[in-house]
């Protein structure tokens, strides 16, 4: 089995920076990619930011410029820097992977809730 636990939200006013982690554990050989995805409340859950094993990455337009995705393969671990945070941020995020055990699954996060307030 494989988890993979976020930490890291929280409430930030406007303008203020979070950073979110995401850990993966289990019986992990390899991930492929890894990404953040968020979803507000009425909303469907979006793609914030992905990074792949050899560390490309692409970002909503919504986020260019304010946040930073990055990953340690050694730790199975990917952050997400988010910066000038706007109250359209405000989210659930989730973190999602693409890892290889026995067979290839994508596996989600349980979540982890930021709020910028205004």
């Known amino acids: 089995q494989v988890q993979l636990v976020e930490s890291g939200g929280g409430l930030v006013q406007v303008g203020g920076s979070l950073r979110l982690s995401c850990a993966a554990s289990?019986?992990?050989?390899?991930?492929?990619?890894m990404g953040w995805y968020r979803q507000a409340p009425g909303k469907q859950r979006e793609l914030v930011a992905a990074?792949?094993?050899?560390?490309?990455?692409n970002y909503a337009d919504s986020v260019k410029g304010r946040f930073t995705i990055s990953r340690d393969n050694a730790k199975n671990t990917v952050y997400l820097q988010m910066n000038s945070l706007k109250p359209e941020d405000t989210a659930v995020y989730y973190c999602?992977?693409?890892?290889?055990?026995?067979?290839?699954?994508?596996?989600w996060g349980q979540g982890t809730q930021v709020t910028v307030s205004s």
């Open positions: 289990g019986s992990i050989f390899s991930i492929n990619d």
């Open positions: 990074i792949t094993s050899g560390g490309s990455t």
């Open positions: 999602n992977a693409e890892v290889h055990t026995t067979t290839l699954n994508h596996y």
